[in-house]
């Protein structure tokens, strides 16, 4: 008869030796730290060199779960430090992992009293399934980080417990930003607090999904600007003021963004994920609104028209830092590199604002063909290490462009406007080929050149005729074609 090991007495299952655990940790924070900092560096090191996760069941599955995430970038080939062990990181697989963590974490939901470390490991879980292109567990995932979100009242401040100490109320409202990109995400198709928001974004974003939390709930400031090296439980290293909280439009924030540190660009990626949220809102419901936003994002009060939307974004990234716009080869020194993660992060979030902005307000074919080649064209000048770096996440950026093309198949089209879009789609199926770093980014490059022949099919047959393709036909060659990237 199975008896059932009492909390205290949890001990960890042999999953990984010591020595894996550590090398993989140490490759998050150069691989993944620098866009998802869900922990607080010099705190988590320490903990994992004692071995804490080992007898500490929600350490254990948040640490199971970032080493399954490591993992998986690792075999996608994202890797771009020479010097680490490449068949000791290959040891256990991405999966064994990801499995433990799932395994050690089964009944956190119903627990009475949420613990931090479970709401990473939900954080964790589900990039992890992005990687893995599991998107309904992806969803999954999604979904108990708000059942403990929804049960503490965890989107504000006010609500945090008592005692929270200075490493964790930072790493908290890292925890809400990425929950705004995955939002972002899921509305196309469909960074610690504040990443978690941002991921939301992204997730709406790309697999047509609802936004589950509003900007205009959450009452969490930003997290400080200051590298980790320079605060701990004891106190910051210098007297510092954390960014407006949440409350505050995007384009009201007090102050210009600094060079002081890598957060002052990964918060202002923050605010673009922000604004995304209102973007896709008037998107989906543009016939109502009449291509305005009604939201007051950047003038005082004023219904705001997409034209003023997109200069005023343009603005704030003309007046961005240098080292936030620039993406120098990466230099494998992470003090270095976490700005160019930031300037490539950056730049691939301003390129997904400009499509949705463009999506929203419509335009001719010629137009869309010209902002997707635009795109294209600043994400091929970011140095493919970066782009590996990233990985799956921004593939799906990438696919925003396949969908901003697939608005215009169910429209008659010259074959100039075909002409048109075949390059276009050319252009991206080269640069997603370029990343080479796994099986995702192979299949989606082919179905574009499948989708290419078949256009080149289609035109050859009608070549003798001068008469615009009839919508009939269109529809017959896009109907089956995945705009988003869906695995499931």
């Known amino acids: ?57 929600h350490l254990f599955s948040a640490t199971m779960a970032l080493c399954a995430l490591v993992s998986a970038r690792i075999q996608d080939q994202a890797l771009f430090n020479p010097s680490h062990n490449m068949s000791e990181l290959t040891e256990v697989p991405s999966e064994t992992f990801y499995e433990a963590a799932i395994q050690a974490s089964t009944d956190i939901v119903l627990r009475t009293q949420q613990n931090f470390d479970s709401m990473r490991t939900c954080a964790l879980l589900a990039l992890t399934a992005v990687q893995y292109g599991k998107i309904r567990e992806m969803q999954a995932f999604l979904g108990r980080y708000h059942t403990f979100v929804a049960i ?14 200075i490493v964790e ?79 505050f439009s995007p384009g009201n924030r007090e102050g210009e963004v600094s060079a002081n540190s890598w957060l002052c660009g990964w918060n202002f990626t923050t605010d673009l994920y922000r604004l995304l949220e209102h973007i896709i809102t008037n998107f989906r419901d543009r016939q109502k609104h009449q291509g305005t936003f009604p939201t007051n994002l950047f003038i005082d009060g004023c219904v705001t028209t997409i034209p003023t939307v997109r200069d005023a974004v343009m603005q704030l990234y003309f007046n961005l830092p240098q080292c936030f716009k620039d993406v120098p080869e990466v230099t494998c020194e992470p003090k270095s590199d976490r700005f160019g993660f930031q300037a490539a992060n950056i730049t691939a979030t301003v390129q997904l604002v400009r499509m949705m902005l463009f999506a929203s307000g419509g335009g001719s074919i010629e137009d869309r063909c010209k902002i997707a ?17 990233i990985s799956s996440p921004l593939l799906h950026h990438l696919a925003g462009i396949g969908s901003l093309l697939g608005s215009v198949f169910g429209e ?6 075909y002409e048109q879009v075949r390059v ?44 615009d393709l009839p919508a009939q036909l269109t529809n017959d060659i896009f109907a089956d074609w995945p705009w988003s990237l869906d695995y499931t």
């Open 424 to 467: 276009v789609l050319l252009a991206l199926a080269q640069l997603l080929e370029n990343l080479e770093h796994g099986i995702h980014s192979t299949i989606s490059a082919q179905r574009l050149r499948d989708l290419v022949a078949r256009i080149d099919e289609y035109m050859n047959n009608l070549r003798d005729s001068p008469r």
């Open 1 to 57: 008869m199975n008896v059932s090991v009492p909390q205290q007495q949890w001990r960890a299952p042999q999953i990984a030796c010591q020595a894996v655990v550590m090398s993989l940790t140490e490759v998050y924070f150069e691989l993944v730290y620098p866009v998802f900092p869900l922990f607080h560096q010099p705190t988590y090191l320490r903990k994992i060199a004692r071995g804490e996760h080992l007898t500490e069941r």
């Open 412 to 417: 008659s089209m010259s074959e100039m406007a």
């Open 373 to 389: 080649s635009e795109v294209i064209e600043a994400f091929s000048r970011i140095p493919v290490t970066y782009l590996r770096a």
């Open 169 to 247: 109320t930072e790493e908290r409202r890292r925890l809400v930003s990425l929950l705004l990109s995955f939002l972002s995400l899921q509305l196309l198709m469909e960074r610690k607090f504040w990443s978690m928001y941002t991921f939301e974004v992204y997730v709406s974003i790309v697999w047509n999904g609802m936004l589950r939390v509003r900007e205009q709930q959450i009452n969490v400031s930003y997290p400080t600007e200051l590298d980790d090296d320079l605060f701990s439980d004891r106190g910051y290293g210098r007297q510092v003021q954390s960014p407006a909280y949440a409350r």
């Open 152 to 165: 503490e009242g965890l989107q504000d401040e006010a609500n945090w417990p008592a005692n929270t100490g």
